[in-house]
């Protein structure tokens, strides 16, 4: 006998003279079963290795036991498991018989000095012997397999319990080298069925029915089948943007693969998915990537055209696995794409294509290419249709068909910067993922009423125990409480049992649904296969009664809507409402339905704006009616909510009215979207709208207004002073306005549809001064005359095609009557601030009418005004808080005197210290 050694990890490093230990005479595979053996002795405490214990590594992976399929030790057991069985040997009693055998070997407490039993030493020669026989160069797991099955005693009496010939193991063995041919690398075998180790069955998943019905897309899947039926270059690559249904029209070629309604030339063929991320993992050393590679396209060539490849995301080919002085797998590709030996479909993006694939001009011209354009609304409710059992299935819910015509439409008009069907369904998948997690979580109502128990409960305990201690224990509220709580737990208790019974109702459903998908799988295998009986017991015995049982269950899921359906505590069926409060969320467009106040408040925005907005009723109304349409659902799609123009003197309330605007809508000020004009006075202001073209500074940034409008679609744009700005600017604009979208930098399209635009300007100030100063005209003349002015001044700064894509709203000059307004809306803000601090503000009437007087300016607006009521109110409200002479609960009194003064009085709080002087008043001015 041959002594072996080890190290402390394992590793055999004695060499004999037969060279039996010598790891470059074995594949990696092999060479991982001779380091286990070891391992397997010590397992089993035994002296002696013997030749059952290579079984036992090869079967149980001792040496690397790590789960990918390319390491050496699983790519033995994959290839013991095959050949046996092939062989019809049943692996896994072979495996408890040889622990059984093992476990029964003579057994030592120091296993440090291991020896090589005879039958061991006999093996290894056997398995030498095998290659030199078969012209290998190197001994693998087949010749291990090979020299077992003809010197161990164990492997020979297991193979006979089972009534295997030996001859069937070697004629196993034999059939495994024809397929891989003879063993030339050490890593050979770690690339025995590399097709399925790195790819995926299409076609066997369309078998299992676990592939989602293709709605539609006939005349692309004709085209793709076209191309595959040629001769040389049968390779088409499917090209369209990102979620248009490209590799669902692969997985619909797999299914009419499956289904035979292909041409003849298709009919025995099976479409398989090649796994890039796969073949690169785990290729640590140079040529091992290429290696894998040449396996996959050699296991296709030798199915003689019977395996259709299909690359998803094909650019990625492109360099991959490329190292220097290595090629890519493009370039393995090449040669067998263009001789015909191996057909593949490709599918990739537009933009994709033309930055990969399209600069390789010899991968390219292999390629057919077949576009796939995005489906219009009505046909991806069609698809939506086709995938609606699949997500009732999934999810244990109802779809109606109104919430797939919602998901179609509105992801269609809010959802630009993606494509059809693909976000369409991912709105159906998303609104009943919600109405999922609202089935399996307690209702709240439910909630509401536990969360009320146990406030009662404590508050209870904590009155028991102020009775025990000796206070009076609140007797009254006591029985409040108790009879509180009785009420509570009745109701409580019933809904308790109608949430379990509804959701037990929910359950059954759903399991009945489950039940009938399984079935048609079935009836599909059956009907395949022409195994007509048990497809006409399936279909019309066992199918007719699930579905009855379906349906029945349904009408009880579904009759507490007769009978008063509002009680229900579920609610299991997605509706439009639901497709509306996605987009909502998502986007933060309010799509959903009116609710009956926001219907009001839309009603009475005028009214709402007009409380902030004084004097300018013509603004407000145009403003007002541009909402109300869209939000009725009657603008026009594919323009912004409204474009206007804001004409008027400084200090009128145009900018005023955007922000009024702005906090109805969003109820912040901050939610406007502003930029001043002025800064955009020269040309190459433009790239900060839209951000720098490609290989300037900033090009990376993005654009100012693209990039505020991209993160925020729903907004109000405000551009200040127009007139200031470049000419190029307003012509950028152009299209915004027209078609409601902006081109940036980086070849995005932003969406301005669902913001209102407007622009303010200065232009015609002086024609609307000059209107306003007229004496003896009416109303409706000096109106009429100063629009006339106005629009003259315009179309004398703006080009035609700039004012034609927007309403001009004109405002007025402000009278002092409206000025009176304004400062009470002064004075409000004013009080509402010092409230804050503790005590009241009281301004007189006539205090209100001195301000709008004296603050009236006929060229600045109400702009002074602000600036009376800091020196006039608030300066000398500041110095009585300063000096402490105002306080919580105190009343400042805002007056004028008798010499047409404001002066301020403080009226002391009843908490408050009264002063020496009482009703102090102090002179401000």
């Known amino acids: 006998m041959m002594k072996i050694t080890k190290t402390f990890d394992g590793e055999i490093t004695s060499f004999t003279d037969d060279n039996y230990f010598n790891d470059e005479l074995y594949t990696d595979s092999a060479w991982s079963c001779i380091q286990g053996l070891p391992k397997s002795a010590d397992k089993f405490r035994a002296q002696s290795v013997d030749s059952a214990m290579l079984l036992d590594t090869i079967l149980n992976e001792y040496y690397d036991s790590s789960d990918s399929d390319a390491n050496p030790a699983r790519a033995s057991t994959n290839i013991a498991e095959t050949i046996l069985s092939n062989a019809n040997v049943d692996v896994p009693r072979v495996r408890n018989e040889l622990r059984q055998f093992l476990d029964g070997l003579p057994k030592v407490s120091d296993t440090s000095n291991k020896v090589m039993s005879p039958s061991l030493q006999k093996t290894l020669k056997a398995a030498a012997d095998y290659m030199k026989k078969n012209k290998d ?34 004629e196993a063995i034999a059939e495994q080298r024809e397929a891989n041919g003879p063993v030339t690398s050490k890593n050979q075998e770690q690339n025995y069925d590399a097709l399925a180790k790195y790819s ?132 393995l590709l090449k040669p067998a794409l263009a001789r015909g030996q191996l057909r593949c479909i490709g599918a990739t993006t537009l933009s994709e294509y033309k930055q990969y694939v399209e600069k390789d001009k010899a991968l390219e011209r292999r390629f057919q290419k077949v576009l796939i354009e995005e489906p219009t ?3 991806a409710v069609s698809i939506l249709r086709g995938l609606k059992p699949r997500y009732e299935m999934h999810h244990g819910v109802r779809i109606t068909d109104d919430a797939l015509l919602a998901a179609a439409k509105l992801s269609d008009r809010y959802i630009q910067d993606r494509f059809l069907p693909d976000k369409a369904i991912d709105l159906v998948d998303e609104a009943c993922a919600k109405l999922k997690n609202e089935l399996t979580s307690k209702p709240t109502v439910l909630d509401e009423i536990d969360r009320r128990v146990i406030q009662l409960q404590m508050e209870k305990l904590s009155l028991e125990s102020d009775s025990e201690g000796g206070g009076r224990g609140g007797g009254g509220r006591m029985a409040g409480i108790e009879a509180e709580l009785e009420d509570l737990l009745v109701k409580q208790q019933n809904l308790e049992a109608q949430w379990m019974s509804e959701r037990n109702r929910v359950g059954d459903v759903n399991q009945l649904r489950e039940e009938i998908d399984a079935l048609n799988v079935e009836i599909a295998e059956a009907e395949r296969t022409y195994d ?69 408040r839309l009603l009475q925005m005028d009214a709402i704006l007009g409380e902030r907005v004084i ?72 790239s900060r709208l839209i951000g720098s073209p490609p290989g300037y500074v900033g090009y990376e940034e993005g654009g100012q207004l693209t990039d505020a409008v991209r993160g925020k679609p729903y907004a109000v744009i405000l551009f200040d002073e127009m007139e200031k700005a470049h000419r190029d600017v307003l012509n950028i604009l152009l299209q915004v306005l027209d078609d409601g979208r902006l081109t940036d930098s980086k070849g995005n399209v932003v969406n301005f549809r669902n913001t209102i635009i407007i622009f303010t300007s200065n232009v015609g100030s002086s024609a609307i001064m000059e209107a306003a100063e007229k004496e003896g005209i009416s109303p409706e003349a000096q109106r009429a005359e100063m629009l006339q002015l106005v629009q003259e001044a315009t179309r004398k700064e703006f080009a035609p095609e700039f004012l034609n894509r927007n309403e001009l709203v004109v405002f007025s000059s402000l009278s002092k009557s409206n000025l009176r307004g304004i400062v009470s809306l002064e004075m409000s803000s004013l009080e509402s601030r010092v409230h804050d601090k503790g005590f009241t503000l009281s301004v007189e009437d006539d205090v209100l009418d001195y301000l709008a007087e004296i603050g009236y300016d006929g060229v600045f607006g109400a702009r002074p005004l602000k600036r009376v009521v800091q020196r006039e109110v608030e300066r000398g409200l500041a110095m009585l808080i300063l000096k402490g002479e105002v306080g919580g609960g105190d009343d400042v009194r805002v007056y004028i005197d008798g010499t047409d003064r404001v002066k301020l009085e403080v009226r002391k709080g009843e908490e408050g210290e009264v002063e020496e002087e009482e009703g102090e008043v102090m002179k401000i001015k």
């Open 200 to 331: 995926v069955d299409f076609t066997q998943k369309a078998r299992e029915g676990k592939l989602d019905p293709v709605i539609g897309r006939d005349s692309e899947v004709r085209r793709a089948i076209q191309v595959l039926s040629r001769r040389s270059k049968n390779n088409p690559i499917l090209l369209g943007e990102p979620g248009v249904g490209k590799t669902a029209i692969a997985e619909g070629i797999a299914q009419r693969m499956v289904n035979g309604d292909v041409p003849d030339s298709l009919k025995r063929c099976k479409l398989v998915g090649l796994d890039m991320g796969a073949l690169i993992a785990g290729a640590k050393f140079r040529g091992e990537f290429e290696e894998r590679l040449k396996s996959v396209l050699k296991d296709v060539e030798k199915s003689d055209g019977e395996i259709v490849l299909f690359i998803d995301e094909v650019h990625t080919v492109v360099g991959a696995g490329a190292t220097s002085g290595s090629m890519d797998a493009s370039n």
């Open 615 to 686: 004097g300018q009723n013509d603004a407000v109304m145009a403003v007002t009616e541009a909402i109300q349409r869209s939000r009725a659902g009657l603008s026009d799609p594919s323009k912004p909510i409204a474009s206007l123009i804001f004409l008027g003197p400084t200090g009128v309330g145009k900018t005023e009215l955007c922000k009024a605007l702005s906090e109805f809508m969003f109820d912040s000020e901050d939610a406007m979207i502003r930029f001043d004009m002025s800064e955009y006075m020269e040309k190459q202001s433009v």
């Open 532 to 600: 007509l009986n048990t497809a006409a017991e399936l279909k019309y015995n066992k199918l007719p009664a699930l579905e009855e049982k379906l349906k029945s269950q349904e009408e009880k899921l579904s009759g507490g809507n007769d009978q008063g359906g509002s009680n229900d505590l579920l609610r299991d069926e997605v509706t439009a409402d639901d497709i509306a409060a996605i987009v909502s969320s998502s986007t933060g467009i309010p799509v959903s339905s009116l609710l009956t106040s926001e219907r009001d």
């Open 377 to 379: 609304a009505e046909d």
């Open 137 to 170: 160069d190197f001994v693998s797991t087949e010749a291990f397999i090979a020299a077992l099955v003809d010197k161990d005693d164990f492997t020979k009496k297991a193979l006979k319990r089972q009534n295997v010939d030996q001859s069937a193991v070697m």
